[in-house]
Structures are given as structure tokens and as C-alpha cells.
T-cell receptor
Framework: GQNIDQPTEMTATEGAIVQINCTYQ??????LFWYQQHAGEAPTFLSY??LDGLEEKGRFSSFLSRSKGYSYLLLKELQMKDSASYLC??????????WGAGTKLIIKP | DAMVIQNPRYQVTQFGKPVTLSCSQT?????MYWYQQKSSQAPKLLFH???????NEADTPDNFQSRRPNTSFCFLDIRSPGLGDAAMYLC??????????????FGAGSRLTVL
């Protein structure tokens, strides 16, 4: 079966750096997405990786290793507004999106 | 601004009483999706339309139906809601469902409560 694993919850301090990991096992690979979802709101797109390596976008960076079936989302200079769930999703060979359950990130002052 | 709009944001219904949720988009995207999301769970795809072509997920109960009368609008009908159908229902769109960089744009969601 297809599977996405990410930690259920993480806690970090305002101003710090946090890394949210995602491992996947899917039928083929056509890219990996990270979405941010604030409580009670819709997911919003953060990043897309299809090649190995690091993609940087402001305070957020996303890394992919296809051979290891692994990605991480790196958040720097954490702000209170970064408190949210972060969803990892992989597009398989049939262009179907396989979603993880999300990592709830709690930011403390 | 181009966007995806869902109505109503909150819907309360009684067990077995039909419900219709609506979604409209101004992005002129070809693909529209309906997802069900329960607390702390991954979004679960119910069905999607590629233009007028309807695609039902194999495990979507018959209780859930959908209509897409035109490019801009899509509806989710729950014929006889049960307690287990209480969830957030998310509508999303994408320009093309068959490319890797297929970014989804979500509406704000409709939260369904079943009494």
C-alpha cells in the first residue's frame, strides 16, 4: 500500500528553527508537496520538490531525497503565526495525491 | 482576486437529512476536487472532475454524490448524513490534473455537524 509518515506533533520556540520530516512509500513518484493548514482553515501551498536537493523560499526550505523516500520542511526564525499543521503529500505514478495526516507545530514564546 | 469559495462555511443537519455544499471558482481551472477531512487526519479524496469527466474514488460511499453544472461550480450532495459524516469538506481546484507540479488551490471549507 501507499503510505506517508510524518510526526503527529512538534513543539518549538519563537525565533528558533524546526525541521519537519516526511517519509513516503508510493507507487511511483511525480513530486512532493508541502501544505500549511491553520486550525479550521484550508490547506495552502508551500513548496513542491521533484528533484533531489534543497529548495529555499524565504524562511521556509524543503528538501527531497528520492532514493531514501524522504523529505523535510525547514522553518527558520519561527513566528507565532507559524503555529499550524504541515501536510506532506506525494503525487504517485498515476498523478494521484497521497496525503500524510499532517504534523501539528506548536510555537511557544 | 481569483479564488475558490465554499458555502456554507458551517452546516448543521440532522441525522438522515440531505445536505448540499457548494463550491465556486474564478480561476478557470479544469479540475475540481472534493475532499473530506476529519480532525487530525489526512484529507480523503471523495471524487474529482476533469472538466466534465467525473471520477469517483473506489471507497467513496454511495451516500455522496456530486454535480458540476459548469466550469465554475461544483456541488457535493450528502443524501442521508450519518454521524460519521461529520467533517470538514474541502473543495479544491487545479489547472491540470496530469502534471507533476499540480498545485491545488483550496476553498476555506464547509464544516458539517450531524445531530
Amino acid at each position: 500500500g501507499q503510505n506517508i509518515d510524518q510526526p503527529t506533533e512538534m513543539t518549538a520556540t519563537e525565533g528558533a528553527i524546526v525541521q519537519i520530516n516526511c517519509t513516503y512509500q508510493t507507487s511511483g513518484f511525480n513530486g512532493l508537496f508541502w501544505y500549511q493548514q491553520h486550525a479550521g482553515e484550508a490547506p495552502t501551498f508551500l513548496s513542491y520538490n521533484v528533484l533531489d536537493g534543497l529548495e529555499e523560499k524565504g524562511r521556509f526550505s524543503s528538501f527531497l531525497s528520492r532514493s531514501k523516500g524522504y523529505s523535510y520542511l525547514l522553518l527558520k526564525e519561527l513566528q507565532m503565526k507559524d503555529s499550524a499543521s504541515y501536510l506532506c503529500a506525494v503525487m504517485d505514478s498515476n498523478y494521484q495525491l497521497i496525503w500524510g495526516a499532517g504534523t501539528k507545530l506548536i510555537i511557544k514564546p | 482576486d481569483a479564488m475558490v469559495i465554499q458555502n456554507p462555511r458551517y452546516q448543521v443537519t440532522q441525522f438522515g437529512k440531505p445536505v448540499t455544499l457548494s463550491c465556486s471558482q474564478t480561476l478557470n481551472h479544469n479540475v475540481m476536487y472534493w475532499y473530506q477531512q476529519k480532525s487530525s487526519q489526512a484529507p480523503k479524496l471523495l471524487f474529482h472532475y476533469y472538466d466534465k469527466d467525473f471520477n469517483n474514488e473506489a471507497d467513496t460511499p454511495d451516500n455522496f454524490q456530486s454535480r458540476r453544472p459548469n466550469t465554475s461550480f461544483c456541488f457535493l450532495d450528502i443524501r442521508s448524513p450519518g454521524l460519521g459524516d461529520a467533517a470538514m469538506y474541502l473543495c479544491a481546484t487545479s489547472r491540470d490534473g496530469f502534471s507533476g507540479a499540480n498545485v491545488l488551490t483550496f476553498g476555506a471549507g464547509s464544516r458539517l455537524t450531524v445531530l
